[in-house]
Structure formats: structure tokens, C-alpha cells
């Protein structure tokens, strides 16, 4: 942490800028440091780390007061939190970047698709300490309190000593599990969706195809991953990282094309 200074937070999600969770983590950031808020204009769940390239993107600041800034942008959260570190904090570099509370988990496969880790990955790519938030709630009217000691904790912690360098974290937290448990730190557990989607037809005769489907898990007794201890009351922490190099089978690959 800076000394003589608060520290800076940039704060994104996916869910939009009128979503419950990421004002339940605006309002504890803001006990630790300045906040400025980077967030789409409209909900943007499932983008990943997109990012746009053949539109132009624009940047509302609807709000500013003492230690908050928010920026609305008509963008993915890749596209804010990039657009924010290289212009809206004006050469400012963030101390954190936070994302969420995403309404949901991102956990699982769930992780590549989530708009809310592209946001951390953003960050991370850019050497920031980042850290996603996500509550098992689907629920747009969710009550976060139960996140909050956890959120505040885990900021605490990590803007007092850091991350390892190459390395966020991917928070998840329990809900409807009784009184939860404590902390584990875990693995991304394995599995994929199956019929995803549903085909129907219009009234016009044309086939579409609707999301649905369900989630299979691939490893649900193995005792590191997220989803084990999600459903046993625990909050999970996951490091992740951008490197994805299959490093292992380096060798392997190499015997295979030579």
C-alpha cells in the first residue's frame, strides 16, 4: 500500500453499473481508497475477455465526489478496464483492480466465458493486483450482505501485501449454504454444458436457437476445486493466470511434429 496516499481502486463488472453487486463492492473499496468505477452501459455477462475494434467506444462520467469517479461505457469489461488504465485515470496507476459482485458464481468452465474475469484478466495483463468477486445469487435483487466481511477482508489483505506477480484471484462465495465456513483456496473445477440449446421457431416459420442445457460436472469428488467446497459452504479463492502454456507437455508436442 502507498504511504501518504490512499490507495486507488478501479472497480468493474459485467452485470452494468445498476447492478446490486457491484455497488456492495464499491461501498467497501471505498473504505480503503480512492474509487473510480469503469462499467458498461448494459449488461455484458458472457464476454469474455472481448474486446471492441471496429466501433469507436464512448465514456460517460455520471458521477463525481469525493473519492468516487464512475464511468459508464458503452463497452465490454475488457473495453473498461482498458479504456480506464490507458485514458480515464489520466495517467494514475491503480494501487487494485477489482471486479464484480457478479450476480452468480464464475466458477467451473464458467471462467472463460465470464465477463467479470476478462475484466481481472485486464487487469492483471496490465501488472495491477485483481481480484473478481462473484456471489452464487442469481437473483437481481440479491442481498450481499454476507460477502461483505469477505470482500473487505480479502482487499485488506491484498492491498497491504500484494499478489504473487502473474496471479489474481477468483473469489467465490456460498449462497443459501447456512452459515459459511471460512476460506479454502482451490482449483477451477471441470465440466462443460450439455444441450446447450434449445431450437424453436418463429412465427414466420425460420428456425432459432435458444440457450439452455445443463451443467455437467466432470470431477465433483475431487476435494481442490471451487465447486467442492462452494457446495460445502465455503468461500473458494483461485489464483488464475493469463499464461494458459501447456508447459508440461512441452516435450510431448515437440516429439509429436519433429
Known amino acids: 500500500m502507498k504511504e501518504n496516499s490512499k490507495p ?3 472497480i468493474s463488472n459485467d452485470d452494468g453499473y445498476n447492478a446490486g453487486g457491484i455497488r456492495t463492492l464499491i461501498a467497501v473499496a471505498r473504505e480503503f481508497g480512492d474509487v473510480v468505477v469503469a462499467a458498461p452501459m448494459k449488461q455484458q455477462s458472457g464476454k469474455a475477455s472481448a474486446i471492441t475494434i471496429t466501433t469507436p467506444l464512448r465514456a460517460k462520467r455520471v458521477k463525481q465526489e469525493e473519492g468516487l469517479t464512475v464511468f459508464l461505457i458503452d463497452g465490454t469489461p475488457a473495453d473498461c478496464v482498458k ?3 490507458d485514458q480515464l485515470l489520466e495517467g494514475r496507476h491503480p ?3 477489482l471486479a464484480g459482485i457478479n450476480h452468480g ?6 471462467t472463460l466465458y465470464s465477463g467479470t474475469m476478462g475484466a481481472t484478466f485486464e487487469g492483471l495483463v496490465h501488472h495491477v493486483p485483481s481480484v473478481a468477486f462473484s456471489y452464487g445469487s442469481y437473483d437481481p435483487d440479491a442481498d450481499f450482505t454476507v ?3 469477505y470482500v473487505r477482508s480479502i482487499i485488506g489483505r491484498v492491498l497491504e501485501q500484494g499478489l504473487p506477480k502473474g496471479t489474481c484471484l477468483n473469489v467465490n462465495i456460498p449462497h443459501d ?8 483456496v482451490t482449483t477451477t473445477s471441470l465440466g462443460l454444458w450439455r444441450n446447450e440449446f434449445e431450437r424453436r421457431t418463429d412465427p414466420h416459420g425460420a428456425d432459432y436457437y435458444w440457450m439452455a442445457g445443463y451443467y455437467e460436472h466432470e470431477n465433483p469428488d475431487d476435494e481442490t476445486t471451487d465447486l467442492y ?3 460445502r ?5 483461485t489464483p488464475c493466470k493469463v499464461d494458459q502454456t501447456a508447459r508440461g507437455v512441452m516435450g510431448e508436442i515437440a516429439d509429436l511434429l519433429t
Request: with cysteine; net charge neutral; hydrophobic share 55%.
Open 229 to 231: 467446497w462452494i457446495d
Open 83 to 85: 479504456l480506464a488504465l
Open 147 to 149: 460477502c461483505v466481511p
Open 95 to 97: 494501487d487494485l483492480v
Open 233 to 237: 459452504g465455503w468461500v473458494s479463492v
Open 177 to 184: 449454504k447456512g452459515e459459511l465456513k471460512g476460506v479454502k
Open 8 to 10: 486507488l481502486i478501479l
Open 105 to 110: 458464481y464464475n466458477v467451473g468452465v464458467s
